[in-house]
Structures are given as structure tokens and as C-alpha cells.
């Protein structure tokens, strides 16, 4: 069956440290793939997407993804979290033949301290 | 551009009511796709149209739910009669070109079925 994991459902950073949130779908063909965020009474943002081409994908406020055919996966990652990145990520996914069919993954809520 | 619109931004009613949510996609998009949004299903597709044709309901819940789009800048999403388990966000967005090219999200309307 189809399907995109976020394994974790919420992480915690602190300000300035790493961050890398976790990926990985299930589908017959590599899908397109894409990373929202929303924040909190908002609707989603895109950060990036990725189609094919360059596996590391730049997106905007500082994020990247990387997609790794042999595990499936498209974590995202930020060298330095603000506070203001504070919000819910959502994985989505598409397949090729309809990339209007989009299915999102539950979600990880990141919470930064100060 | 303003972005999407969508309204109201809250509903509270009571079982068995008729409930509409409307929405003005970005104009010039020509693709404009309904979400739900709860704890339980996490973010779901509804249904999505081109050129204010209905293309995928394969989302929709039950036939309590219909959507329309009677022209470009305008569609809206009914229930019929309303029950408690609808309560949720329900988003929608558009893009275009479709799945190519970003969703932009409205703010959602937040419904609650007492």
C-alpha cells in the first residue's frame, strides 16, 4: 500500500543546534515528494519539492532535504533552528502519474527552546 | 494577490445542520483542491478540480458532502446534514498547472458539529 511515515511525532531543539526531520514513503515508483510547514492557525507553506535531478533539494528559510532512493526516504534538514521555526512539518507525497493526489504524512511538531 | 480565501474562518453548529465553507482560490490558478484536517485522519484530500471541474472525489467521506465550483474565482464545500465527526479544519488551496507546480493554502475554516 501507498503511504508516507514521519516517524517522529514531536521533537524538541534547542536554538541554534541541528536539526533533521525523518521521511519515508511507500510507493510502487519514487513519487514526487515535498515538505510542508505550518504554523499554528495557519494553512501550509511549501518549503520544497522535489521531482528528480540533484537528490539534495534547497528550499526557502534555510531548509534542505535530501532523497535517498535505497532508503526511501526525504528527511529534512536546517544547520541552525531559529525560534521562529517553531511549527508542524508535514511530508507529503504524489505519484507521478497524478501529482494532484497528494498524501501527507501525520506531521512532526517542532518545538525550539530558547 | 491576496492569497486564498476562504470563509468563515470559524463555524459552530449543531447536528443535522447544513454547513457551507466557501472558497476564492488565487486568481489565474486553475487547479483548487479541498483538505481536511483532524487528529485522527491527519490531512486528507477531499476533492480537487480543474478549470472548475470536479476531477477526483474519490476523497469525499459520504454523499453528505458535495462540492462545487460554479466559475473561476469561487467554490464551496457543503454538509449535509453536519454530524459531530466533521468537526475539523478544512483547508483549501490552489495551484497552478496542478501538481507541478506549489498548493497555496488558505487559513482553513475551523468547523465544530455540537
Known amino acids: 500500500a501507498q503511504s508516507v511515515t514521519q516517524p517522529d511525532i514531536h521533537i524538541t531543539v534547542s536554538e541554534g543546534a541541528s536539526l533533521e526531520l525523518r521521511c519515508n514513503y511507500s510507493y510502487g515508483a519514487t513519487p514526487y515528494l515535498f515538505w510542508y510547514v505550518q504554523s499554528p492557525g495557519q494553512g501550509l507553506q511549501l518549503l520544497l519539492k522535489?521531482?528528480?535531478?540533484?537528490?539534495l533539494v534547497q528550499g526557502i528559510k534555510g531548509f534542505e532535504a535530501e532523497f535517498k532512493r535505497s532508503q526511501s526516504s526525504f528527511n529534512l534538514r536546517k544547520p541552525s533552528v531559529h525560534w521562529s521555526d517553531a511549527a508542524e512539518y508535514f511530508c507529503?507525497?504524489?505519484?507521478?502519474?497524478?501529482?494532484?493526489?497528494?498524501?501527507f504524512g501525520a506531521g512532526t511538531r517542532l518545538t525550539v527552546k530558547p | 494577490d491576496a492569497g486564498v480565501i476562504q470563509s468563515p474562518r470559524h463555524e459552530v453548529t449543531e447536528m443535522g445542520q447544513e454547513v457551507t465553507l466557501r472558497c476564492k482560490p488565487i486568481s489565474g490558478h486553475d487547479y483548487l483542491f479541498w483538505y481536511r484536517q483532524t487528529m485522527m485522519r491527519g490531512l486528507e484530500l477531499l476533492i480537487y478540480?480543474?478549470?472548475?471541474?470536479?476531477?477526483?472525489d474519490s476523497g469525499m467521506p459520504e454523499d453528505r458532502f458535495s462540492a462545487k465550483m460554479p466559475n473561476a474565482s469561487f467554490s464551496t464545500l457543503k454538509i449535509q446534514p453536519s454530524e459531530p465527526r466533521d468537526s475539523a479544519v478544512y483547508f483549501c488551496?490552489?495551484?497552478?498547472?496542478?501538481?507541478?507546480?506549489?498548493?497555496?493554502f488558505g487559513p482553513g475554516t475551523r468547523l465544530t458539529v455540537l
Open positions: 488551496a490552489s495551484s497552478s498547472r496542478g501538481g507541478y507546480n506549489e498548493q497555496f
Open positions: 507529503a507525497v504524489a505519484p507521478r502519474y497524478n501529482n494532484n493526489d497528494m498524501r
Open positions: 522535489y521531482f528528480s535531478g540533484d537528490t
Open positions: 478540480f480543474n478549470n472548475n471541474v470536479p476531477i477526483d
